[in-house]
Each structure stands twice: as structure tokens, then as C-alpha cells.
């Protein structure tokens, strides 16, 4: 499970580099070639010590080396068939790049009107795929926004046409993200939104998209904002560049767009690997609602919690054109510690958050805090990404018959 894992998390992993390297750079021991071009030994340390702690109890770096191995395999193959060539990578790698510079910043409070937040749905399509795969995508695209219009929640749908939730607008965690830096057809969609609204289906270079506009957290409309940069290295932008040609190359086996996998299938699939899927830490599957006053709050709880999770946004959806304005909203999902600061705050006790808005003053989250997953639904992204993996052992097979691989430690 951990092959297409890497892939997914490669975004998260460079985050936390550092400006100078773990190990000495005279470390020069050569962990194994491929077609005799040399990894050495520090570059899969570096990244096998960021592994969450979870991992890394799972995974002893002897077994950690064939998953790199198989990594980088996908890597010299992307570039083989091109994919570091495409508009789409450079525009995908370009926004990876300045949302994490941002994150590598040393912040402090400020005010920027450039700032905006949102969410959204993606379709990702590579440019060289085709008219019939691009219409594909745009069916599927409008199936999601049928959906969202008859009030299903983002959760639901995502899940019912497993779409990806890849950062490929350079955004924070937030959402955040300054609106200078985004492509022309992103930003003309988010600067035509009030908050808590979404698009119409668009297409840019990078595939279809509906977004959703979301407010800039308080902690960025505050006064006295500076930031000092800390410039990338060249190590940390090769994790970022390789990490995206291996994401590519996954997305190139992926079954063919009208393939939605069953639940059916999932299920059996989480079944049959649970022992895969422990958590180090308990979890909140539930939702957030913020509200105008005490009184709405006090009367969606009582609603929401006789309702399953993806009636809730039809319900504040309703509720919100019954008023004839916003006086509320609802996210839902299933978080850890740290993911959601009103989640910390109201359920793994962290610190005080001030209001979304000073519209929505009143926070209030519904559900309940899980020691360990009930289903698959619990860890969906992660089961469907590992059902992929297996059904595409047959390519992973292939890049071991095309490329000569010799292991040195």
C-alpha cells in the first residue's frame, strides 16, 4: 500500500525540509543504481525520516528501499514518456512550488487584498490525452455540479466520483492563496464568488474545475503583516519535480475515467487489509457548522444529528436560501489532530479560535471521536488509492523488466 502512498504524500514530504541536509553531502554511498545512473544512500534517508512516526513503526527502512527503488523507477520512466514536458506538469509544478514557498515563510499577522481562499473540484487532464478523454472529464465535471446544486456535500461527492483533493493551485492548507499567482481561469471563477458559493464547470490547461469560495481565516486579515522568505533548495525542489512526475505516471495507469470503482469493491478491499489501516491517534468524523447566533446553532444540532453527514449541506443549504442570506455553513470530514483548528479546539482540546467570519460568530461541530476506522468510508481517499495500486501491479512489473536495477547496500 505504502508505493502509491509516497506518490500521494509527496507534497506534504518537502514541506518540511530544511535549508541545510540531515546527512553530510560527503555521504556519497551509492544505495543502488538504475540503468547505472546512482541514488545515493542520504537521498532515501532524507525522505525515509519523514515518514509519519505511523509509517515508520509499519516500515523498517530495509523494506522502505524496494518501495523507493520502485519510486524512482516511475520517475525515470515519466521522463521517458515526456510528462516534465507537458504545460500541465509545468503548471502544476509551478503552483506547487509557491504554495509551499509560502509555507516556508516566517509569518506574521498581516493584511493583503490579493489574499483569497477556496476549495475545489478537480478533473486532472493531460494535455496530450485527447478530445474523447477531455469530454470525459467534462461529463463527469458536470455530474459533480449537478449534485452540488441539488445540495450534496462535498464529502459525498467526492467520494461517490473519486475525485482527487491534490493541492494544484499553490494554495495553504487554509485554502489560502494570493489570487496574483493563480492561472487567469482560476481566478476569474473565485473573484466572481461571494463566500459559500460555487462555479459553474470551467476548464483550464490543467482539465475541468468547479470552485468553491471560502473566507481568508482571521489570522490573515489582521494588521502588520510581514514575511521573510526562506528560499528552496535545489534538494527540495527535485523532491517537488520527481514527487509530481511519479503522480503523473500513476494517474497514466489509473483505470479509464468512466471506471468508478464500487463501493462493493472497496469495502473488500478495506476488509481484507484492516490490520493496513490502525490509527496512532484518534480521529473526529463528523462536521463543523458556523452560524450566525446561538439560536440557529442550537436548532441545526438538533437537526444534523438525526441526519446522515451528506444530507448536512443540503440542509444548511436550504436553510440558507429560506433566509435569503448566509447564516451558516457546514464542512465535513474526518480529522486528526492539528487538521482543523475549530475541531481542536471543540473536541482534542487546543486553543481558543476566533470566529470564521464576523458573520458566523457561533462554532459548533457535530459527530463523534473515533479510536480506530468503522469502514472504509473512514479512511476512503487512502482505500481507494491503495485498490489502485494493486490493480496496477501489472505497470509496476513492467518498470522492473524495462529498467536494470542493482542494489549496492
Not at 15 to 27: E, G, I, K, P
Not at 249 to 254: G, L, R, V
Not at 340 to 362: C, H, M, Q, W
Amino acid at each position: 500500500m505504502y508505493i502509491n502512498s509516497f506518490t500521494a504524500l509527496f507534497t506534504c514530504l518537502f514541506l518540511f525540509c530544511q535549508a541545510h541536509s540531515l546527512y553530510s553531502q560527503s555521504d556519497a554511498k551509492v544505495a543502488f543504481t538504475i540503468d547505472g545512473e546512482p541514488v545515493l544512500q542520504s537521498e532515501v534517508l532524507q525522505l525515509y525520516t519523514r515518514l509519519s512516526v505511523e509509517e515508520q513503526k509499519k516500515l523498517s527502512f530495509k523494506d522502505y528501499l524496494p518501495i523507493y527503488i520502485r519510486y524512482k523507477l516511475k520517475v525515470k520512466d515519466a521522463r521517458r514518456l515526456g510528462y516534465d514536458t507537458l504545460s500541465a506538469y509545468k503548471l502544476q509544478r509551478d503552483a506547487l512550488y509557491r504554495g509551499n514557498q509560502a509555507k516556508a515563510t516566517t509569518m506574521r499577522m498581516h493584511t493583503d487584498s490579493r489574499l483569497t481562499a477556496f476549495d475545489h473540484y478537480s478533473i486532472l487532464v493531460r494535455q496530450d490525452a485527447g478530445n474523447t478523454v477531455f469530454e470525459e472529464a467534462k461529463t463527469v465535471i458536470e455530474k459533480v455540479y449537478r449534485d452540488l446544486s441539488n445540495g450534496s456535500s462535498a464529502e459525498a461527492v467526492r467520494r461517490k466520483y473519486q475525485l482527487s483533493d491534490q493541492n494544484v493551485f499553490g494554495q495553504t492548507s487554509e485554502g489560502v492563496v494570493d489570487i496574483s499567482l493563480l492561472l487567469p481561469e482560476v481566478a476569474t471563477q473565485v473573484q466572481h464568488l461571494s463566500v459559500g458559493e460555487f462555479s459553474s464547470p470551467f476548464s483550464s490547461p490543467l482539465g475541468w474545475h468547479i470552485v468553491f469560495r471560502k473566507s481568508v481565516p482571521m489570522a490573515m486579515q489582521s494588521p502588520d503583516m510581514l514575511s521573510s522568505s526562506v528560499p528552496f533548495s535545489l534538494e527540495e525542489e527535485r523532491v517537488v519535480a520527481e514527487g509530481l512526475l511519479a503522480y503523473f505516471w500513476d494517474n497514466a495507469q489509473s483505470l479509464p475515467m468512466s471506471s468508478v470503482i464500487s463501493d462493493k469493491d472497496l469495502n473488500a478491499y478495506f476488509e481484507a487489509h484492516k490490520k493496513d489501516y490502525k490509527w496512532d491517534t484518534p480521529r473526529f468524523s463528523g462536521g463543523v457548522i458556523h452560524c450566525s447566533d446561538k439560536k440557529t446553532a442550537k436548532s441545526l444540532r438538533k437537526v444534523l444529528r438525526k441526519l446522515p453527514v451528506e444530507k448536512w449541506a443540503m440542509i444548511v443549504q436550504q436553510l440558507n436560501e429560506a433566509e435569503g442570506k448566509t447564516i451558516a455553513i457546514v464542512e465535513t470530514g474526518l480529522y486528526k489532530w492539528g487538521e482543523n483548528p475549530y475541531v481542536d479546539e471543540k473536541i482534542f482540546v487546543g486553543r481558543a479560535t476566533k470566529p470564521v467570519s464576523p458573520d458566523l460568530p457561533v462554532c459548533l461541530v457535530v459527530g463523534k471521536k473515533l479510536k480506530k476506522a468503522r469502514t472504509y468510508r473512514d479512511v476512503y481517499e487512502q482505500v481507494l488509492q491503495d485498490y489502485k495500486e494493486q490493480q496496477g501491479g501489472d505497470a509496476i512489473e513492467e518498470l522492473e523488466k524495462r529498467y536494470s536495477v542493482r542494489i549496492l547496500l
